[in-house]
């Protein structure tokens, strides 16, 4: 008698159990923790086969045609592969998982759908998220990201630049194992120096922030004058702005936040300046040690166009990008391009010293007039070309950049010719 009632309790034990097993909710997906160890070619084939439908309705509003969108999720399974076989052994090493951080909270990180963000950043926080996603096991959202960069880029144009981006982490990578990490001694030495150059960069920031953002900024303030010597302002002139300072400075003024500034064109014309519209200027490094330029600091007060693009300072401390950053600081080529990116992010919303933060960050990597160089000209590239349309005039600033980084070891300033409104790039 005994022995039955022990056999129908272990009975009643086991159903219990089942039942509680059966109450276990299934893993998150997108929510899934990075693991450092993860198999990349095995986590994309098992996304083509179970999220095939998912990526397909992420498609559904792009309005194109059902094979167009079937051939763009091959082309973005394909690009995942490639990448993932060409980086998963070299970022792997660098990739430091702190916390729970999600494979959805790094696809945030790159502000494609942030209604607030202008399109470079978007851009190039993407092309620098793609290859992190790939070796860190979210094979989905990387293909999800690439086809919201097939959106913005095209699909030639996105894939080209994404292996841009995978030689620049091999050559940073083969740079990182050879040469000592970079520190703040990369900047010019000086406290005073440096922080004029770091505005020179910023200038040069906040002009990239706005590529292609609609109609000039309707209102605004100026809060005084930042001098930075060894500069030239390049851009559209002021007619009669062109006189002593004094008397650029005053031409400058009485057009407030339309008017970047003044600059000196050095020993060829001395103690005489130019005031520039702000509108498609930027700030290069000038060979002569004489030039400088006076940045007339103001500040947008209103929308650009029809949006807009302020952000009150509590919204500027964002956990979720800094965990991603704590991810993305670690791995060379990567780094720059997601510090540079996050830089135009903030000042397009309005955070200024977050920008500033990433602008520096970006500097101590590649040298203050390196940056400055590559900013000013990324910048001036996308406003010529914006005369073909935004998405081109952007496409061709991301392009722009990629490149000077690829040769930042032999970026001069005479890569630049500017001759009566034109731009040559050598």
Same mark, same amino acid.
């Given at each position: 008698?005994?022995?039955?009632?022990?056999?129908?309790?272990?009975?009643?034990?086991?159903?219990?159990?089942?039942?509680?097993?059966?109450?276990?909710?299934?893993?998150?997906?997108q929510?899934?923790?990075?693991?450092?160890?993860?198999?990349?070619?095995?986590?994309?084939?098992?996304?083509?086969?179970?999220?095939?439908?998912?990526?397909?309705?992420?498609?559904?509003?792009?309005?194109?045609?059902?094979?167009?969108?079937?051939?763009?999720?091959?082309?973005?399974?394909?690009?995942?592969?490639?990448?993932?076989?060409?980086?998963?052994?070299?970022?792997?090493?660098?990739?430091?998982?702190?916390?729970?951080?999600?494979?959805?909270?790094?696809?945030?990180?790159?502000?494609?759908?942030?209604?607030?963000?202008?399109?470079?950043?978007?851009?190039?926080?993407?092309?620098?998220?793609?290859?992190?996603?790939?070796?860190?096991?979210?094979?989905?959202?990387?293909?999800?990201?690439?086809?919201?960069?097939?959106?913005?880029?095209?699909?030639?144009?996105?894939?080209e630049?994404?292996?841009?981006?995978?030689?620049?982490i091999e050559?940073?990578?083969?740079?990182?194992?050879?040469?000592?990490?970079?520190?703040?001694?990369?900047?010019p030495?000086?406290?005073?120096?440096?922080?004029?150059?770091?505005?020179?960069?910023?200038?040069?920031?906040?002009?990239?922030?706005?590529?292609?953002?609609?109609?000039?900024?309707?209102?605004?303030?100026?809060?005084?004058? @930042?001098?930075?010597?060894?500069?030239?302002? #390049?851009?559209? =002139? !002021?007619e009669? *702005? +062109?006189?002593? &300072?004094?008397? %650029?400075?005053?031409?400058?003024?009485?057009?407030?936040?339309?008017?970047?500034?003044?600059?000196?064109s050095?020993?060829?014309?001395?103690?005489m300046?130019?005031?520039?519209?702000?509108?498609?200027?930027?700030?290069?490094?000038?060979?002569?040690?004489?030039?400088?330029?006076?940045?007339?600091?103001?500040?947008?007060?209103?929308?650009?166009?029809?949006?807009?693009?302020?952000?009150?300072?509590?919204?500027?401390?964002n956990?979720?990008?800094?965990?991603?950053?704590?991810?993305?600081?670690?791995?060379?080529?990567?780094?720059?391009?997601?510090?540079?990116?996050?830089?135009?992010?903030?000042?397009?919303?309005?955070? @200024?010293?977050?920008?500033?933060?990433?602008? #520096?960050?970006? =500097? !101590?990597?590649? *040298? +203050?007039?390196? &940056?400055?160089? %590559?900013?000013?000209?990324?910048?001036?590239?996308?406003?010529?070309?914006?005369?073909?349309?935004?998405?081109?005039?952007?496409?061709?600033?991301?392009?722009?950049?990629?490149?000077?980084?690829?040769?930042?070891?032999?970026?001069?300033?005479?890569?630049?010719?500017?001759?009566?409104?034109?731009?040559?790039?050598?």
């Amino acid at each position: 008698m005994m022995s039955s009632k022990l056999k129908w309790l272990i009975v009643i034990q086991l159903l219990l159990n089942e039942q509680a097993l059966c109450r276990v909710p299934p893993p998150l997906v997108q929510k899934s923790t990075l693991l450092p160890g993860s198999d990349t070619h095995e986590a994309v084939e098992e996304v083509s086969k179970q999220n095939l439908d998912s990526l397909l309705g992420s498609q559904v509003q792009s309005g194109l045609l059902p094979e167009e969108k079937s051939k763009r999720i091959r082309s973005a399974q394909r690009m995942t592969s490639v990448l993932g076989a060409k980086l998963q052994e070299q970022i792997q090493a660098h990739l430091h998982i702190q916390g729970n951080i999600s494979c959805e909270e790094l696809l945030s990180a790159s502000a494609v759908d942030d209604s607030l963000s202008s399109m470079f950043p978007q851009e190039l926080l993407g092309l620098s998220l793609v290859p992190v996603l790939v070796v860190a096991g979210c094979p989905k959202e990387a293909q999800t990201l690439l086809l919201k960069l097939y959106d913005l880029l095209g699909v030639a144009d996105t894939e080209e630049l994404l292996m841009e981006v995978e030689g620049l982490i091999e050559r940073r990578m083969s740079k990182s194992a050879a040469a000592p990490t970079p520190t703040s001694a990369s900047l010019p030495s000086g406290r005073d120096q440096t922080q004029r150059h770091i505005k020179a960069v910023m200038f040069n920031i906040e002009q990239l922030a706005f590529v292609g953002e609609g109609n000039t900024i309707q209102e605004g303030h100026c809060e005084g004058w @930042s001098r930075v010597n060894g500069t030239v302002l #390049i851009g559209n =002139a !002021v007619e009669g *702005g +062109t006189g002593g &300072l004094e008397d %650029a400075v005053s031409s400058c003024e009485s057009l407030g936040f339309l008017c970047a500034g003044v600059t000196s064109s050095g020993r060829h014309t001395p103690g005489m300046y130019q005031a520039v519209w702000k509108k498609g200027s930027r700030i290069l490094p000038s060979e002569s040690t004489e030039s400088e330029t006076w940045i007339h600091q103001c500040s947008a007060t209103a929308a650009t166009g029809h949006r807009w693009k302020r952000s009150t300072q509590r919204n500027c401390i964002n956990k979720s990008e800094q965990r991603v950053y704590s991810v993305m600081e670690w791995i060379p080529g990567v780094s720059t391009l997601y510090n540079l990116g996050t830089a135009v992010y903030y000042a397009s919303v309005n955070c @200024s010293e977050t920008a500033k933060e990433r602008a #520096i960050l970006s =500097a !101590v990597d590649l *040298g +203050t007039d390196a &940056l400055m160089v %590559a900013t000013g000209g990324t910048a001036g590239v996308a406003g010529y070309a914006l005369g073909a349309g935004v998405k081109t005039g952007v496409k061709a600033g991301v392009k722009y950049l990629l490149n000077s980084m690829k040769e930042e070891d032999d970026m001069l300033v005479n890569q630049f010719s500017v001759e009566e409104g034109v731009i040559t790039i050598d």
